[in-house]
Each structure stands twice: as C-alpha cells, then as structure tokens.
C-alpha cells in the first residue's frame, strides 16, 4: 500500500523522486533454465519523511490471454540514495535471498550492480544482478540480468509499468 503521508520529502530523494508512486504494468521473462513467459506487475514505492524509498514489488504469471494465472516472484526493500549520485537498493526476497545493490542516478534513470548476495540453504543458486530502471514518455522501464543456477550473467526479465492513482 502506497502511504499518501503529509511529510515534506528530503532533498536527498530528489534524485529518485520519479520513481514514487504506485506503478501496474506487464513484462517477459525468460533464462536458459525456464521457459520464457508474460508476467503482470505491481511496484509502489513511497517515503516516510526519511531519506530513503520504501519498495515493494509482487509479478504473476499470465497466460495468453492475459489473465493471472499464479503469483511469480516478490520483493521488498529500500531505495538509499548516496552523495554524489550514488544509490543502494537493498531487497528481500521470500525464496531465501538477500539482495544489496549499489550504483548511480542520473536524470530519470537508475542502474545497480549487486555487491552482495546472501542464500539461505534452501534458496537456488543464484550470485549476481544487474538492474536498470528508467522513466521513458512516462512509463516506468526496467530490465534485469543475473547470473544463477550455473549461468553467466545474461538477461532475465524486462518490463513497462505505467503510474497508476
């Protein structure tokens, strides 16, 4: 749930402020070890007054007229803009792993490299991410690399989010 709060945001945001909000879209995704698939999104990301982003994002499978078929992957984490441009983003995910990102900002756009991954024993394997986020004519646009289950870093998934009130 996005929180419509009567905070002032903190300067430190500005550079991530395009992102805020709550966005619903569709994407592809696909990996040498699945079959390759349409997905549906929602992401809201939001402030509290502090000098980070709430983020929470759930996909589902579609099938091929659209419809959801089942939940796919979630995530929940924080947005911490840095000086000079920089930016980490910190994930959880429900399948036992442990996400830290750090990279940069520039005017509507955000690209991360993983710095660290931590897998439970029960999680897949899975070692590295890189993320690339961006407001295109007003969409939001993004698309993932990783490297898991015995695989390079390759392409993974892809998706445009539109805002939503």
């Known amino acids: 749930m996005v929180f419509h709060l009567d905070v002032d945001m903190p300067s430190e945001l500005a550079p991530l402020a395009w992102m805020i909000g709550r966005w619903e879209g569709a994407g592809v995704v696909g990996y040498p070890t699945i079959e390759s698939a349409n997905f549906g999104q929602e992401i809201e990301c939001w402030h509290d007054g502090r000098p980070f982003l709430h983020w929470a994002s759930r996909t589902w499978l579609l099938d091929e007229d659209g419809n959801m078929v089942r939940p796919l992957a979630t995530e929940t984490g924080f947005w911490r803009p840095q000086p000079n441009g920089e930016v980490e983003l910190l994930l959880a995910h429900p399948t036992g792993l442990l996400e830290m990102y750090y990279g940069t900002t520039a005017p509507a756009k955000v690209e991360v490299r993983t710095d660290s991954v931590v897998r439970s024993p029960s ?40 805002r939503v009130e």
């Open 123 to 162: 999680a897949k394997a899975y070692s590295a991410g890189h993320r690339l986020y961006g407001m295109v004519e007003g969409r939001l646009m993004w698309v993932m690399e990783m490297a898991a289950m015995g695989q390079p870093l390759q392409s993974h998934v892809s998706a445009e989010l539109r």
